[in-house]
């Protein structure tokens, strides 16, 4: 049984919404290909902006794949894949705020990141929360060591951060993994978010003007932000109910309040990005994803929404109680 | 309340074979495991393979900034040079290199930088802001460099002529140069051979110089070198250039 949740890539389309979150998204990039492959044969969209949207929607179609791919293989794949995210999220975080100079916080984030992984790996919901003030005991103690109280504050602090948004809130994932019925839970998770962005960049370049934070994201609108409450509410809240048939949690205005979470999370993840920018005085976190920025550029919206749509599903349903605990350290 | 100061990495928005090759690369994590995996290593080799003996090992400073420069006939040469060197100032220890030779090629330059933390001086077509770019970096980190002044390997065994670039980092600065002169290289690793012998090697760590009232410009540069050359020479036993 923890055999066939762990690495049991047979049981990917157990649940039907896997399926259809799975066939979804890739028909949804093969038609946006097609279209814009139409597009620029037809001389409809010109440089650079067509090179730019082949640009995006190539990195999409690499990036899917990524996401998805692992969360299909089993849960094992899916923490490791979340783990190879966090680390490249931490360094990224690490080299914009100049935190990687601190090599021993660095050293500590990193093994927490390590730690908090393994606890959801080994389904351990003690250490898993323990984590969280252990971490922080380890980075004010460390930060101790070189004897330099000047900038003290600054790196206890962006330590702790670090290992809030990248280690914990992100392990949060990794955690889900550890029930029965974890894919089409963290699909919905990641496609909610993830079309939540996208659903705000259309809905605010088509019908908005009036800016909701100016001095941190010149770019978006109320209207943008708004759109995407609207459209993204009842999407997430429609998977829900095929999801959670039956359970607690399949109330209409429950489901509606988890589609809302998801939005405004995923939204509020954005802007607390773009708020991170600004203060460093840098456009993007990195350079890996062509057209899109750094990894952080693009997960942005995960960092609130794993850990509160977590705790909304584990107050309900119990996340993963069906499931033998402690699978590596236990008796 | 004052603001707090964030220095991004001076390589940030670099992609990974450009970040290699830049004269501002700082080492995160992984670089500082790579750099002390890779010295520790070298440390031992040259004590088995070469019986490495260090003289005058008082003289090496143990802060940074500096410049450690020798005689150079051998890819032994930077090992036996930076390995001495104390553990903690690893990540800031930078030998210079060889751009055509060790950063044209992507898997090359990773070795480079990963490993030794070497940094790019382009012998052809050499930008003089590249110069100016390692004597800002050397003062204001502060860090230190291994670099041979003569721009290549002996093909002879003869020392030739130091070359003045060297001069330009540490003209009218009171950044330390400490002469080395490294014996016994030439015989285990000459240029045209593909894997070193296992002859002994002797470094000699000379008193470090400094030149804080040399004029920063060409004859100033020329007086620099010349000094140091003549320094390195004296260390070595080699006669001085006629």
Same mark, same amino acid.
């Given at each position: 049984m923890i055999r066939q949740r762990l690495i049991?890539?047979?049981?990917?389309? !157990?649940?039907k919404v896997t399926l259809w979150i799975t066939v979804g998204i890739g028909a949804a990039l093969v038609v946006a290909l097609l279209i814009i492959a139409i597009l620029s044969v037809a001389g409809v969209v010109k440089d650079p902006f067509r090179k730019e949207l082949w640009k995006r929607t190539l990195a999409w179609a690499v990036m899917a794949p990524l996401l998805i791919g692992p969360v299909l293989l089993g849960a094992a794949w899916t923490i490791a894949g979340i783990t190879v995210l966090s680390l490249a999220c931490y360094s990224e975080f690490a080299r914009a705020t100049g935190l990687f100079r601190e090599k021993l916080v660095s050293a500590v984030v990193v093994l927490g990141i390590l730690a908090v992984n393994f606890a959801a790996l080994d389904h351990w919901y003690r250490l898993f929360v323990a984590l969280f003030p252990l971490a922080m005991i380890a980075i004010a103690s460390v930060s101790i &060591?070189? !004897?330099?109280?000047?900038g003290y504050l600054q790196r206890v602090a962006l330590g702790l951060l670090a290992f809030m948004l990248f280690g914990s809130s992100l392990a949060h994932i990794s955690y889900m993994?550890? !029930?029965?019925?974890?894919r089409p839970m963290v699909l919905m998770l990641l496609l909610g978010v993830q079309l939540n962005d996208v659903l705000a960049f259309v809905s605010g370049k088509t019908l908005g003007r009036r800016k909701i934070v100016p001095n941190t994201s010149p770019n978006k609108t109320v209207a943008g932000h708004l759109g995407a409450l609207v459209l993204t509410t009842p999407l997430v809240a429609t998977i829900a109910h095929f999801i959670f048939r039956?359970?607690? &949690? !399949?109330h209409l205005h429950l489901l509606i309040l988890l589609g809302a979470i998801v939005s405004i999370s995923g939204q509020l993840g954005d802007l607390m990005l773009s708020s991170i920018k600004r203060d460093l005085g840098i456009k993007d976190m990195g350079v890996l994803i062509p057209g899109h920025g750094g990894v952080l550029d693009r997960v942005n919206s995960i960092l609130l929404a794993a850990p509160a749509v977590f705790h909304f599903l584990n107050y309900f349903l119990n996340l993963g109680l069906d499931q033998p605990i402690r699978i590596i350290t236990g008796p | 309340m004052d603001d707090w100061k964030f220095d991004p990495a001076h390589d940030l928005g670099l992609p990974l074979n450009e970040r290699f090759k830049s004269l501002r690369r700082e080492s995160g994590l992984i670089g500082t495991m790579f750099h002390i995996l890779w010295w520790s290593f070298i440390r031992c080799y040259l004590k088995v393979y070469h019986r490495l003996t260090v003289i005058g090992r008082e003289n090496l400073p143990k802060e940074a900034p500096f410049i450690l420069v020798a005689n150079h006939a051998s890819h032994l040469d930077v090992l036996a040079l930076a390995a001495p060197c104390p553990t903690r100032l690893r990540d800031r220890l930078f030998p210079i290199a060889a751009g055509d030779t060790f950063f044209e090629k992507v898997p090359v330059a990773a070795f480079a930088a990963l490993a030794l933390n070497a940094l790019p001086l382009w012998r052809k077509n050499c930008d003089p802001r590249d110069l100016e770019e390692l004597r800002k970096r050397l003062v204001e980190e502060p860090c230190a460099y291994v670099l041979f002044p003569e721009g290549t390997r002996t093909r002879t065994g003869e020392m030739s002529i130091f070359k003045r670039g060297i001069g330009s980092l540490v003209a009218s600065t009171l950044v330390p140069v400490v002469p080395c002169y490294l014996k016994g290289a030439f015989e285990a690793f000459p240029a045209h051979h593909k894997v070193p012998r296992p002859r002994k090697l002797t470094l000699t760590v000379g008193a470090p110089l400094r030149f804080p009232t040399v004029a920063n410009d060409k004859d100033g540069w020329t007086e620099i070198a010349g000094k140091i050359e003549a320094e390195v020479r004296r260390l070595g036993g080699v006669a001085p250039r006629a």
């Open positions: 049991g890539a047979s049981h990917a389309f !157990d649940h &060591l070189p !004897d330099s109280p000047k993994a550890n !029930d029965w019925n974890y039956g359970t607690a &949690l !399949d | -």
